[in-house]
């Protein structure tokens, strides 16, 4: 009989220790996914002493990378329904000397947030395998008034319109398949918590969000109260977007609807409700990049390399352009998305990269005008 193998690693300051017979879900491609929550953890919270329910733990690795990494973290409490990743999770846990710090159960992640409704978690955070959505209402009952509840959702097929029938479904919003997709998936998302926040009287903010990988992020501010609630709905709204020549228009969550394309004429398809205010929070942004060398990351530049993206892109008009879709419509090559933006800078406009892709910009120039820019663009 073949003796197991062990195989020792690191993420972060979190000592791993696996055995090759082991069956635990352990997936090494969401290391910038945690690095990135430890270092939101460090900016926003900024010393004050907090408690973390990760409902989710499988692992492990991240209840621990949050207790290690983070000195203002009291304590984590996580759960996992299968017993295996239970008692693995223990094993890294003691491996870790975070025994005082981290206690695992065997509990499904609806219970254990509905236990601990009473005495709320200054951060929750949301890890599963597909749609978060279910446990959005379980999750905000149990987050502290201004804590934060992420989320993280893997299901990109409905979020980004591909499979609008599972949007529905999951999260109650009319998906179309976009040239803008990933940043679609997560003001999806949004909205989706945004309504089930309004239905607890409760409001949300979104603070920090990214769609890297094959995943899309989340984090949100929780707030208490009717005011709240109807604040945050007022995020809300429909984008209305032709698949012909690529213009989209936004409206109010309860403004009407126009039926065709005022440029060329063709039948407007509605999304939505979609959330519509920002995507970031500029101050936490800022702090965090001015943190991120502190974290301990095999992934460190990805990190700051995304961060930078948003910094630019975090007061930029939403739904990004694709230089590539554009000029495929017009029936031209695509010049360089660095020119376009250079062109549109010139004009007078807002122009930026987005982290969503890299052949993409915001601007908040016309139809027009960004077509004018394809012209200019070719010539510098």
């Given at each position: 009989m073949p003796v197991p193998q062990i195989n020792e690693s690191t993420e972060g300051k979190a000592k791993l220790r696996f055995d090759s017979d082991a069956k635990i879900f352990y997936n090494p491609k969401m290391r910038m996914n945690r690095d990135i929550a430890v270092l939101l953890v460090k900016s926003y919270f900024r010393g004050k002493r907090i408690r973390i329910c990760e409902?989710?733990?499988?692992?492990?690795?991240?209840?621990?990378?949050?207790?290690?990494?983070?000195?203002?973290?009291?304590?984590?409490?996580?759960?996992?329904?299968?017993?295996?990743?239970?008692?693995?999770?223990?094993?890294?846990?003691?491996?870790?000397?975070?025994?005082?710090?981290?206690?695992?159960?065997?509990?499904?992640?609806?219970?254990?947030?509905?236990?601990?409704?009473?005495?709320?978690f200054d951060l929750v955070d949301l890890d599963p395998f597909g749609s978060p959505s279910p446990f959005f209402e379980s999750a905000l009952s149990c987050t502290a008034e201004d804590g934060i509840l992420a989320a993280t959702a893997t299901d990109m097929a409905p979020l980004t319109g591909a499979r609008p029938a599972?949007?529905?479904?999951?999260?109650?919003?009319?998906?179309v398949r976009t040239e803008f997709e990933k940043e679609t998936a997560v003001?999806?998302?949004?909205?989706?918590?945004?309504?089930?926040?309004?239905?607890?009287?409760?409001?949300?903010?979104?603070?920090?969000?990214?769609?890297s990988d094959h995943y899309a992020r989340l984090y949100v501010q929780v707030y208490k109260g009717r005011q709240a609630a109807n604040s945050s709905i007022r995020n809300l709204g429909f984008l209305e977007y032709c698949s012909q020549c690529l213009n989209r228009i936004t409206r109010g969550i309860f403004d009407e609807n126009t039926s065709s394309c005022s440029n060329c004429g063709t039948k407007m398809r509605v999304i939505g409700p979609l959330w519509l205010g920002k995507l970031w929070d500029i101050e936490l942004v800022s702090r965090m990049i001015a943190n991120a060398a502190t974290i301990t990351s095999s992934r460190l530049s990805d990190v700051q390399t995304l961060l930078d993206q948003v910094s630019g892109e975090v007061d930029a008009p939403p739904f990004y352009h694709r230089v590539d879709r554009i000029a495929h419509s017009i029936r031209t090559n695509p010049p360089r998305v660095r020119n376009v933006v250079s062109a549109l800078r010139s004009l007078g406009y807002v122009g930026t990269l987005t982290h969503f892709h890299s052949n993409a910009f915001r601007t908040d120039a016309t139809d027009q005008v960004i077509l004018t820019t394809f012209g200019r663009s070719k010539k510098t």
């Amino acid at each position: 009989m073949p003796v197991p193998q062990i195989n020792e690693s690191t993420e972060g300051k979190a000592k791993l220790r696996f055995d090759s017979d082991a069956k635990i879900f352990y997936n090494p491609k969401m290391r910038m996914n945690r690095d990135i929550a430890v270092l939101l953890v460090k900016s926003y919270f900024r010393g004050k002493r907090i408690r973390i329910c990760e409902p989710m733990t499988a692992s492990g690795v991240r209840a621990i990378r949050y207790a290690s990494e983070c000195p203002n973290v009291e304590s984590v409490t996580a759960s996992d329904v299968d017993p295996t990743s239970v008692q693995f999770a223990n094993h890294m846990i003691q491996l870790n000397n975070l025994r005082e710090r981290i206690t695992v159960s065997q509990t499904n992640a609806t219970s254990l947030m509905q236990n601990n409704t009473a005495v709320r978690f200054d951060l929750v955070d949301l890890d599963p395998f597909g749609s978060p959505s279910p446990f959005f209402e379980s999750a905000l009952s149990c987050t502290a008034e201004d804590g934060i509840l992420a989320a993280t959702a893997t299901d990109m097929a409905p979020l980004t319109g591909a499979r609008p029938a599972a949007c529905f479904r999951k999260y109650g919003i009319v998906a179309v398949r976009t040239e803008f997709e990933k940043e679609t998936a997560v003001r999806v998302l949004a909205a989706c918590l945004s309504l089930v926040s309004g239905r607890l009287q409760l409001g949300v903010k979104v603070v920090f969000s990214h769609a890297s990988d094959h995943y899309a992020r989340l984090y949100v501010q929780v707030y208490k109260g009717r005011q709240a609630a109807n604040s945050s709905i007022r995020n809300l709204g429909f984008l209305e977007y032709c698949s012909q020549c690529l213009n989209r228009i936004t409206r109010g969550i309860f403004d009407e609807n126009t039926s065709s394309c005022s440029n060329c004429g063709t039948k407007m398809r509605v999304i939505g409700p979609l959330w519509l205010g920002k995507l970031w929070d500029i101050e936490l942004v800022s702090r965090m990049i001015a943190n991120a060398a502190t974290i301990t990351s095999s992934r460190l530049s990805d990190v700051q390399t995304l961060l930078d993206q948003v910094s630019g892109e975090v007061d930029a008009p939403p739904f990004y352009h694709r230089v590539d879709r554009i000029a495929h419509s017009i029936r031209t090559n695509p010049p360089r998305v660095r020119n376009v933006v250079s062109a549109l800078r010139s004009l007078g406009y807002v122009g930026t990269l987005t982290h969503f892709h890299s052949n993409a910009f915001r601007t908040d120039a016309t139809d027009q005008v960004i077509l004018t820019t394809f012209g200019r663009s070719k010539k510098t």
